[in-house]
């Protein structure tokens, strides 16, 4: 008699379906807020669900938005009833958030914890709480910091006592990773450097939407808040449109710097040289800077700024 072929049990756990490899991506900073980093965790997460990855956000609320919601591709967002008290960060606190988290991290069967940007608590308090479960934590730094004022010091000494277990950390330029290094006491075997980049194909020059000379258009597309130098804008604008005539200014973005700027076009009569249009939608931003002959970026603390790439 035949003996009984001893691979029906390897067909069926072939036929079994495989747990993908779940990823949570966690920071303050996350859509429907706009920004660099913002842009940077949602396409990460996107390639990352290509590429056949379970993907989950974790974010605090915001207005109009809390609770579960899903974007493209399966894109699933938590966003947290915590509300932000200072440039979209919620309070550090460090462990009134674990219930919460270790719940989500427990229930979406997480593997790896990707925490982003020093500034965000609520990456800090993730990238704890799954090392206390045993998960795998990877940390993405997106800006540079100093030594010297007392807010960067106090963010050094959290980063050192947040990140010295961690399994990895990414900078994104390399410059950025010596100033990593030494802010964050991370050994450098464990620091890796991604730099950032864009879809090329999606962002073609068009010189037919530049106003014509002589007239010289400069577009300003950031965040207005002080790291990204827009008090250094406001000295340096009036001056030039003093200087050069035919140099005009479209300001895109929105923040509380925005007074500033408002103050400053009606102080020197600027209202028809520098145009102010708020925050700018994603499938705008690519006509913004076509009809522009020169981006200008005024960023303080800038490490690979996306926004010039």
Same mark, same amino acid.
């Given at each position: 008699?035949?003996?009984?072929?001893?691979? #029906?049990n390897?067909?069926?756990?072939?036929?079994? /379906?495989?747990r993908q490899i +779940?990823i949570?991506m966690v920071?303050? @900073? @996350?859509?429907?807020?706009? #920004? !660099?980093?913002?842009t940077?965790?949602?396409?990460?997460?996107?390639c990352?669900?290509?590429?056949?990855?379970?993907?989950v956000a974790?974010? %605090?609320?915001?207005?109009?938005r %809390?609770g579960?919601?899903?974007?493209?591709?399966?894109?699933?967002?938590?966003?947290?009833?915590?509300?932000?008290?200072?440039?979209?960060?919620t309070l550090p606190?460090f462990f009134?958030? @674990?219930?919460?988290?270790?719940n989500i991290l427990?229930?979406?069967?997480?593997?790896i914890?990707?925490?982003h940007?020093?500034t965000?608590?609520?990456?800090?308090e993730?990238?704890?709480?799954?090392?206390?479960? #045993?998960?795998h934590v990877?940390y993405?730094? %997106?800006?540079?910091? !100093?030594?010297?004022?007392?807010?960067c010091?106090?963010?050094?000494?959290?980063?050192?006592?947040?990140?010295?277990?961690?399994?990895?950390?990414?900078?994104?330029s390399h410059?950025?990773?010596?100033n990593?290094?030494?802010?964050? #006491?991370?050994?450098p075997?464990?620091?890796y450097?991604i730099?950032?980049?864009?879809?090329?194909?999606?962002?073609?020059?068009?010189?037919?939407? /530049?106003?014509?000379?002589?007239e010289?258009?400069?577009?300003?597309?950031?965040?207005?808040?002080?790291r990204?130098?827009?008090d250094?804008?406001?000295?340096?604008?009036?001056?030039i +449109?003093?200087?050069?005539p035919?140099?005009n200014?479209?300001?895109?973005?929105?923040?509380?710097?925005?007074?500033?700027?408002?103050?400053m /076009?009606?102080? %020197?009569?600027?209202?028809d040289?520098?145009?102010?249009?708020g925050a700018v939608?994603?499938?705008?931003?690519?006509?913004?800077?076509?009809?522009?002959?020169? @981006?200008?970026?005024?960023?303080?603390?800038?490490?690979?700024?996306?926004?010039i790439?």
């Amino acid at each position: 008699m035949e003996a009984p072929r001893g691979g #029906g049990n390897a067909q069926a756990s072939t036929r079994r /379906r495989r747990r993908q490899i +779940c990823i949570c991506m966690v920071s303050d @900073f @996350f859509f429907p807020s706009l #920004g !660099g980093i913002e842009t940077h965790i949602y396409h990460l997460s996107q390639c990352l669900i290509q590429r056949g990855y379970k993907v989950v956000a974790i974010t %605090h609320y915001t207005d109009g938005r %809390h609770g579960v919601r899903y974007l493209s591709n399966g894109l699933k967002v938590y966003y947290l009833p915590f509300v932000p008290v200072h440039d979209n960060a919620t309070l550090p606190t460090f462990f009134s958030f @674990f219930p919460l988290i270790r719940n989500i991290l427990l229930r979406e069967r997480a593997d790896i914890v990707h925490g982003h940007q020093a500034t965000s608590p609520l990456a800090h308090e993730a990238s704890l709480v799954a090392r206390a479960l #045993g998960m795998h934590v990877v940390y993405t730094d %997106h800006s540079l910091f !100093g030594f010297a004022d007392m807010a960067c010091i106090h963010l050094n000494k959290v980063l050192r006592f947040v990140l010295h277990d961690l399994d990895a950390c990414i900078c994104v330029s390399h410059t950025h990773r010596e100033n990593f290094v030494l802010r964050a #006491g991370v050994p450098p075997s464990r620091v890796y450097v991604i730099n950032n980049a864009v879809d090329a194909s999606t962002l073609v020059p068009d010189p037919s939407k /530049r106003p014509k000379p002589p007239e010289i258009r400069v577009v300003v597309l950031s965040r207005l808040t002080y790291r990204k130098g827009i008090d250094l804008l406001v000295t340096v604008i009036p001056p030039i +449109c003093k200087k050069l005539p035919n140099v005009n200014f479209v300001i895109g973005g929105y923040g509380p710097k925005r007074i500033i700027l408002e103050e400053m /076009r009606e102080k %020197h009569r600027l209202q028809d040289r520098v145009e102010l249009i708020g925050a700018v939608s994603h499938d705008k931003v690519c006509a913004l800077l076509q009809s522009g002959h020169i @981006f200008l970026n005024t960023s303080l603390t800038e490490s690979f700024c996306i926004a010039i790439v």
